[in-house]
């Protein structure tokens, strides 16, 4: 049903000139819960985390659990690609704060990949793929944050995804792809913040 409702929405963006965002949510530490708790707690949280996830999304965005603990979220009708960025940082906030399951408490965060349409792909399966390397780029870079798959390149490398998280003790993060004797490997470069008083 998710690539249903994604391919509608994409065509409906295509008819309509209007971006589509795409979400891809892995949760961090959840293994660690269900083998604390038990796989009945494992099933609840997910359950919780559905509910927080819809809890913020409207009612036009589509909210599915792709396997495991990972949900994709479809955003239709984005006109502010920040906004939307907004939206998944405060996802990540409120997957943050903790559970309190039949079992027991449990804490749990989440890294949250984005891509849109038409800007980054055009096609959904490409659009999925470049979501889920942004998500991959979160956890690489500390987990608990959003990364965003963007446009610009860097000379011998394509950026894969940059770090759009204001967390604290989180120092922002480019992390790129480089084709290097035929694999693709992926590096993470730490950023000075230019702006910061040594003093």
């Keep these: 049903m998710y690539w249903d409702r994604l391919e509608q929405e994409l065509l409906r963006a295509k008819r309509t000139a209007r971006s589509v965002a795409v979400l891809w949510v ?7 819960v269900n083998d604390r708790l038990g796989h009945a707690a494992g099933d609840a949280l997910l359950r919780a985390v559905a509910r927080r996830l819809c809890h913020r999304m409207r009612d036009s965005d589509t909210v599915a659990r792709v396997g495991g603990d990972e949900f994709a979220l479809i955003l239709p009708d984005v006109t502010d690609s920040e906004a939307v960025v907004g939206v998944a940082t405060e996802l990540v906030a409120s997957l943050s704060e903790p559970f309190d399951l039949p079992q027991g408490p449990a804490r749990i965060s989440a890294s949250i990949g984005m891509a849109w349409y038409p800007q980054h792909a055009v096609e959904a399966e490409t659009l999925v793929q470049y979501a889920d390397i942004a998500m991959y780029a979160a956890k690489r870079a500390g987990r608990n944050r959003v990364c965003v798959w963007p446009v610009e390149t860097m000379p011998g490398s394509e950026i894969v995804a940059v770090d759009r998280t204001e967390a604290p003790y989180s120092p922002p993060a480019v992390v790129w792809r480089k084709q290097i004797a035929g694999e693709k490997m992926l590096f993470e470069q730490p950023l000075e913040d ?4 040594d003093g």
């Design 194 to 197: 230019a702006l910061q008083d």
């Design 26 to 32: 892995d949760l961090d530490g959840f293994k660690a």
